[in-house]
């Protein structure tokens, strides 16, 4: 009689069900990071969007010449509220200078989905004193 040779060199169930729980978990995790980072970019856009809507309206105000102290606010047509005061400051130290030093605050504040979010930007402009 002739004995016949098994080939034992398969795979057995228990090692087939941990590799695909290993790869489940390994799937799941950079999935997770994938949509991590889409979240990120989304915010990121309004951000860049509300930065380069505060640099316009920074730039608006600090190229006026006669800048005096105020306070205003004003809404945009797509929905941003921007609030700014301008204000003079360090009069101690220009009295005796042919400069006036102004610091113009800024905020701007939006809503994104049910979240409301805000930004706040703050700069200093020298001027000639008016005589």
Same mark, same amino acid.
């Given at each position: ?55 316009? #309206? $920074?730039?608006?105000? $600090? ?6 102290? #105020? ?34 605050? $800024? ?12 930004? #706040? ?11």
């Amino acid at each position: 009689m002739k004995k016949i040779k098994i080939d034992q060199s398969g795979f057995t169930l228990l090692e087939i069900l941990v590799s695909i729980a290993i790869v489940g978990i390994a799937v799941t995790i950079i999935f997770q990071l994938f949509s991590a980072n889409l979240r990120a970019i989304s915010v990121s856009k309004d951000y860049v969007s509300v930065v380069v809507r505060a640099e316009e #309206k $920074m730039r608006e105000i $600090m190229d006026d010449e006669k800048l005096s102290e #105020k306070t205003l606010s004003e809404t945009t047509e797509d929905g941003y509220r921007i609030d700014y005061s301008i204000s003079k400051v360090l009069e101690d130290k220009t009295e005796n200078l042919h400069v006036e030093v102004f610091q113009i605050d $800024m905020s701007i504040y939006w809503t994104e989905g049910m979240k409301n979010r805000s930004m #706040k930007l703050s700069t200093l402009k020298t001027v000639q004193k008016q005589v």
